[in-house]
């Protein structure tokens, strides 16, 4: 059984179908990249997986737990974690601090919890400090970790929020566009990252990439949007000779 499985998913703003009838599976350690040109619905289908948006219909399941309507905090519980394309991290905080926080965010115990069990948090706070290090030795950022985040040139910006992802241990991370505005070799870097991530990590990973090149060196399998609806899935080679992806990407030129 697939570890994601997102069936018939149709998201409306308006009268505007930002998702029509949306399928997707992700099996557990799978690499899948979704692509698609501009405002084809690749952000939408990101954002209902992780619960910033619920689709009015279709079903959405991670290893059997419903993510339909689930909130972002459950998502994450569930082991679903998103790095953003806009950067989401505290530009006043250091790297350390942001990852201690999303961390900490995440495996928070309430204040009386935290007064009742002192032991147990305590214990919690020395476990999230091992796994936020182990990311930052991970990622390479050993150099940034006490630099502010907003002193940190783009590139390592968008390193920092895959790592910020990452400290939430997820089995499933969501990548949107994490090459986007990197030189080239920042990119290469990168894909170096992702693919280690799949590697030594086992976690399964769902891209969107608007660098057609990346996608088809390195992806299982490519999903393909266009007008918010599936018009193509397979491994690279498939896709890359399908008339209709052809199609939809004629003077569409992103790579
Ligand atoms: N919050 C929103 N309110 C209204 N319309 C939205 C909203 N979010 C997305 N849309 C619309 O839904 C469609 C799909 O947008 P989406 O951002 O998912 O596309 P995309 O494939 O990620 O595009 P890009 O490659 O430019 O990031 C677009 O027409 C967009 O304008």
């Known amino acids: 059984m697939a ?12 009268g505007l179908n930002a998702l029509s009838g949306v399928s997707l599976e992700v099996n557990s350690g799978e690499l899948v990249s979704v692509i698609g040109p501009n405002g084809a619905g690749k952000t939408s289908l990101l954002n209902c997986i992780s619960g910033f948006y619920h689709p009015s219909r279709g079903r959405i399941e991670f290893e059997g737990h419903d993510l339909t309507h689930a909130s972002p905090h459950t998502v994450t519980h569930y082991g679903v974690a998103r790095a953003f394309q806009n950067i989401e991290l505290f530009t006043g905080l250091t790297v350390l601090e942001n990852l201690m926080l999303a961390r900490h965010t995440y495996t928070h115990y309430g204040l009386l919890a935290n007064l009742w069990f002192y032991g147990k948090a305590l214990k919690i706070a020395v476990e999230n400090r091992k796994v936020v290090e182990e990311v930052i030795d991970f990622m390479e950022l050993e150099a940034y970790r006490k630099a502010l985040v907003g002193d940190l040139p783009y590139g390592v910006r ?43 990590r086992g976690t399964t990973i769902i891209l969107i990439e608007h660098d057609l090149g990346v996608v088809m060196d390195i992806s299982d399998r490519v999903y393909v949007l266009d007008f918010g609806q599936v018009i193509a899935v397979g491994t690279p080679e498939e896709v890359a000779q399908n008339p209709r992806v052809q199609e939809a990407y004629v003077g569409v030129e992103h790579a």
Not at 3 to 14: D, I, K, M, W, Y
Not at 168 to 192: F, H, I, N, Q, Y
Request: hydrophobic share 50%; aromatic share 4%.
């Open 158 to 200: 968008k390193r920092v929020e895959v790592a910020r992802a990452l400290s939430l241990s997820p089995k499933l991370l969501l990548l949107d566009e994490p090459m986007a505005g990197m030189t080239l070799e920042e990119k290469e870097d990168m894909v170096r990252f992702i693919l280690d991530i799949r590697a030594e």
């Open 3 to 14: 570890q994601l499985a997102v069936e018939n998913v149709t998201l409306s703003f308006g």
